[in-house]
């Protein structure tokens, strides 16, 4: 059975044609990331990396900039590799790397540079497109190509849903133009980081000072343009973004079974947006549990030893909007194994098309 020779770190690609609030996205990810820390790939198209500066994780070493040039054409995997290690280093503790892509970067070719990436202690976790509400469609004129970005997205952030007089539309049409990723409509840039990638909890932090630390040192009130203006309680309440969205948790004491629990995450419903979690396969392999993390139809599988002395449950979290929770938990219970004896060697192989590697793994 597969073997995880320790965590790998999730790279993350962020698209998006100019204008369309990437950079306003990934602020709100390095603000509200818990005790999570970011590596933030910045890409600028110009020799000024204005991106870069309005990052606020232009500090420090947890960010790679990259001027003078479009990334998917400025470097190829190889290259993209020396910059991951930057960040891919133990002792940067980064939990995941965001690279935010020049507005006039293909999407398709930087998803195929992290893919192709040899560095072991990453692994491609998924392509968030970000497209302007107000502007879709004039952008969409401009640049028929976004309907292949889109068709490509693991999740696609509908950004500033209110400055669109038909917002509704708007989501609608993009809905209709993706294959199976989550549509989640924003204002502002701000989604769940929890959408993206697993959050450390704040007490957990190590070392220097976090982003976290840095905004709640601000005590003046600024608006998103960084200028004074009146209070904004967007930030207050930023915390609670998972209050337009639903939630179903599922805990188990035993194990499920890989078929029944692949066939489920394979025809997952739409505005499913997020799983994620820890499952026990029991006889199936008694030596791993498997971590899931879903993003839209982004879907992956880390096997790692179980702990010392810890219980062994499927414990899962699914997020998402418009969901039949009751339904939902059902098809999940309906996962759960038997208890028969099994002569089933292949009842794996579907789990393991999600688990890097593991077709080059002998004993898969």
């Not at 965590?7 to 698209?15: D, H, K, M, T, Y």
């Not at 497109?129 to 509908?158: C, G, Y």
Request: glycine share 10%.
């Amino acid at each position: 059975m597969v073997r995880s020779g320790g965590r790998q770190i999730p790279v993350v690609v962020l698209a998006g044609f100019l204008g369309s609030g990437k950079t306003t996205l990934l602020n709100h990810l390095l603000h509200r990331s818990g005790g999570s820390r970011i590596g933030a790939v910045v890409n600028d198209f110009g020799a000024i990396e204005i991106d870069a500066m309005a990052v606020a994780g232009a500090l420090g070493d947890s960010t790679v900039s990259l001027g003078n040039g479009c990334l998917c054409c400025a470097v190829d995997s190889s290259e993209l590799d020396v910059y991951l290690e930057r960040l891919a280093r133990p002792e940067a503790r980064i939990d995941v790397v965001v690279i935010e892509a020049s507005g006039l970067a293909e999407p398709q070719e930087l998803v195929r540079m992290v893919l192709a990436s040899e560095h072991p202690g990453i692994v491609y976790g998924g392509l968030v497109e970000v497209v302007d509400a107000a502007e879709f469609d004039d952008t969409r004129a401009r640049h028929p190509e976004i309907d292949r970005h889109l068709a490509l997205a693991d999740l696609v952030v509908v950004n500033k849903v209110d400055r669109a007089p038909d917002a509704g539309r708007v989501l609608g049409l993009v809905r209709s133009l993706v294959d199976r990723a989550a549509v989640v409509p924003a204002t502002h840039g701000r989604v769940d980081p929890e959408f993206l990638f697993d959050c450390r909890p704040a007490e957990e932090r190590v070392g220097q000072l976090s982003f976290d630390d840095l905004h709640h040192g601000e005590h003046d009130d600024r608006d998103d343009h960084g200028e004074h203006g009146e209070h904004d309680d967007r930030d207050e309440h930023a915390g609670h973004l998972h209050a337009g969205y639903d939630s179903v948790s599922f805990a188990s004491g035993r194990p499920l079974d890989p078929r029944r629990l692949v066939r489920f995450l394979d025809s997952r419903p739409e505005g499913l947006y997020r799983i994620k979690g820890y499952v026990d396969f029991g006889p199936y392999d008694a030596g791993n549990r498997y971590a899931v993390h879903a993003v839209g139809r982004f879907l992956r599988f880390y096997p790692e030893p179980w702990p010392a002395g810890a219980e062994r449950l499927t414990q899962l979290v699914l997020i998402g909007t418009d969901l039949d929770t009751a339904a939902l938990g059902a098809e999940l219970e309906a996962c759960v194994s038997d208890g028969a004896p099994h002569a089933d060697e292949q009842g794996m192989w579907g789990v393991l098309r999600y688990v890097q590697g593991a077709a080059e793994d002998p004993a898969a």
